[in-house]
T-cell receptor, first 115, second 110 residues
């Protein structure tokens, strides 16, 4: 297992289009997080899953954003009717069940550009 | 309102010098304070972390100093190397949410 993977790594889309990103966490990590990172800023929390349950969702996540984690494995983040302000790096992180439950392992991110 | 404030925004250090990055927080419910290192095009990677019941933690060249009464913590990089050039983020955790600082871009000159 080489770590958290995200797909695609880059996405360019036109305003108004829908986009979907995928995150594959490290095997058996039951916690999964989505963050948004804009240039020159730290990651901002978007949402958090424990297994398949979405336990917390940031107010940053408007109705156009939805995330799922079917079967508690991979997760998808969908943005509907994209806006230029959605342009950012979308990061996924997972945490292990055992050991340090605080440590997060981040994926490489998906960079979204909305034209 | 930013939960964790980080400074400086950028830092230039000579090879072999000490790099110091500072963070401050207000929420006393935070119970875990990690530092992350991020290289361009990569996700953040955990560098070192501390709990509020400890005042200092050292791992190799990296040390966290934690001042609970002042609600401040800092990262010290001893013997800084050009390979340490990256962006560093402090963070704080409350329940299952992590709050990140705005980052410090470190440039270590050879």
């Amino acid at each position: 297992d080489t770590g958290v993977s995200q797909d695609p790594r880059h996405k360019i889309t036109k305003r108004g289009q829908n986009v979907t990103f995928r995150c594959d966490p490290i095997s058996e990590h039951n916690r999964l997080y989505w963050y948004r990172q804009t240039l020159g800023q730290g990651p901002e929390f978007l949402t958090y899953f424990q297994n398949e349950a979405q336990l917390e969702k940031s107010r940053l996540l408007s109705d156009r954003f939805s995330a799922e984690r079917p079967k508690g494995s991979f997760s998808t983040l969908e943005i509907q009717r994209t806006e230029q302000g959605d342009s950012a790096m979308y990061l996924c992180a997972s945490s292990p069940v055992a050991g340090s439950r605080n440590e997060q392992f981040f994926g490489p991110g998906t960079r979204l550009t909305v034209l | 309102q930013q939960q964790v404030k980080q400074s400086p925004q950028s830092l230039i250090v000579q090879k072999g010098g000490i790099s110091i990055i500072n963070c401050a927080y207000e929420n006393t419910a935070f119970d875990y304070f990690p530092w992350y290192q991020q290289f361009p095009g990569k996700g953040p990677a955990l560098l070192i972390a501390i709990r509020p019941d400890v005042s200092e933690k050292k791992e190799g060249r990296f040390t966290i100093s934690f001042n609970k009464s002042a609600k401040q913590f800092s990262l010290h990089i001893m013997d800084s190397q050009p390979g340490d050039s990256a962006t560093y983020f402090c963070a704080a955790k409350n329940f299952n949410k992590f709050y990140f600082g705005s980052g410090t871009k470190l440039n270590v000159k050879p």
